[in-house]
């Protein structure tokens, strides 16, 4: 079978998955174009988007855009419920110094947006990772296997996890 052929079947056996419902998908994608000609700062194009989905029309987007020759830094984020959305789109201009917040809303009014948001975050901390199993530090000598001590820690710490991290609000 041919490598067309193969990637048809592929996309049709997950859109029969995604089909039932019962489905959390991700996807993700990013191109990035690099130059360089020798006379001044290389040139940098780098475009990002990813789609988290969950049962019930549950749906994030995320798109950042980032372009040194042009000096454009652009976010956006969406969050959508069947067919309403809330997307919020952030751009600055290095060059410029301009800079922009835009909020857009389908199938809603600005004044259902906090409302919207409640039921957003109450639809999504039912798919929110779950995290049973600690993993414990042990002593490496002396203590035979003892637990160290302070609490316990996650072997890999989630971004989520970051005290860097100023928020939650789209973490799902």
Not at 14 to 35: D, L, P, R
Not at 101 to 127: G, K, M, V
Request: glycine share 10%; net charge negative; charged share 30%.
């Amino acid at each position: 079978m041919d490598m067309f052929g193969m990637m048809n079947d592929m996309i049709g056996n997950m859109e029969h998955m995604t089909a039932g419902g019962n489905c959390q998908t991700f996807s993700s994608s990013t191109v990035i174009s690099y130059s360089n000609t020798g006379d001044g700062a290389p040139k940098v194009y780098q475009e990002t988007s990813e789609m988290r989905s969950a049962p019930g029309g549950i749906r994030e987007t995320r798109r950042t855009v980032r372009d040194s020759d042009s000096g454009l830094e652009q976010m956006s984020i969406g969050h959508h419920i069947r067919d309403r959305a809330h997307i919020l789109q952030r751009s600055r201009n290095h060059r410029t110094g301009d800079q922009e917040e835009r909020q857009d809303y389908i199938n809603l009014d600005e004044s259902e947006a906090a409302a919207f948001d409640d039921e957003w975050r109450r639809e999504t901390s039912r798919f929110r990772q779950q995290r049973p199993l600690e993993f414990r530090r042990h002593e490496a000598s002396g203590g035979g296997g003892r637990r160290a001590e302070g609490p316990p820690r996650l072997a890999i710490q989630g971004p989520e996890d970051s005290p860097s991290r100023q928020s939650r609000r789209y973490d799902w």
